[in-house]
């Protein structure tokens, strides 16, 4: 059952806290601000910090951010036109709950983008940044911080499609993560959904990092077939 409107909008607004400079007037007299609202909407949805089905209250959420209500409402439609969010009339503003398709569409995308990045020269701060999600996901599986191991997931993944060295296409795949860690969200198991790919992200970081594009690149296809089916059977059993 999904949560209350009012317990996922404190619980939401208590993560957004910790996010740099999402309370008070951080927000307020800055161009683009409406972006940066979706931004931070956004980059929680990557953390795991908003679930499938929320309920997004206006009220709260304006308070938290220091924003007006309109502001608030423009970044709701950034995120609506990215399938991140759904409006649903005389009810407000919801996460969207994805369904198996939406999992297939996801990865038939990732695969042409990722596989396709391992293969591209790569940029340094690809590698360092995949290195580092590595780290932490075996930190926190250490710790047994599922929740963590799969935002350290999303984190490598991130890394994957920065080698290419795109800004425009760093910034299309911010949604995509943003929309696949919703779907993790539906797996009843964290530990089932992430454990299985620590070691794979581990072996794709070090054949990136010798060199050998082709090893990596025909290996995250393999990963990817492998997850789509594990993330299909968890989102149906959601």
Not at 120 to 131: D, K, N, S
Not at 148 to 173: E, I, K, N, Y
């Amino acid at each position: 059952m999904a949560a209350s409107p009012s317990i996922a909008a404190s619980t939401l607004i208590e993560h957004l806290g910790d996010l740099p400079g999402a309370r008070g007037s951080f927000l307020l007299d800055r161009p683009s601000t409406a972006e940066r609202v979706a931004d931070r909407l956004r980059e929680s949805m990557v953390r795991g910090e908003i679930q499938p089905g929320w309920q997004m209250a206006e009220q709260q959420l304006t308070a938290a951010l220091g924003v007006s209500r309109n502001t608030l409402r423009e970044a709701f439609q950034i995120l609506i036109g990215e399938r991140l969010l759904t409006r649903e009339p005389h009810r407000g503003v919801f996460v969207r709950r994805l369904v198996a398709d939406d999992v297939r569409d996801i990865y038939a995308f990732r695969m042409l983008v990722e596989s396709g990045a391992l293969a591209h020269p790569v940029q340094l701060r690809g590698l360092a940044e995949m290195r580092a999600a590595v780290t932490e996901g075996q930190s926190a599986a250490r710790r047994r911080l599922w929740h963590d191991v799969g935002t350290a997931d999303v984190r490598f993944h991130m890394g994957v499609t920065t080698l290419v060295g795109s800004a425009r296409l760093d910034r299309v795949m911010r949604s995509v993560f943003a929309e696949l860690r919703l779907a993790f969200q539906l797996g009843p198991d964290p530990r089932a959904l992430h454990e299985p790919f620590l070691s794979l992200n581990a072996d794709i970081c070090a054949l990136a990092e010798r060199g050998d594009s082709a090893a990596a690149s025909a290996q995250m296809r393999a990963y990817l077939v492998a997850a789509q089916e594990i993330i299909v059977a968890a989102v149906d059993a959601g």
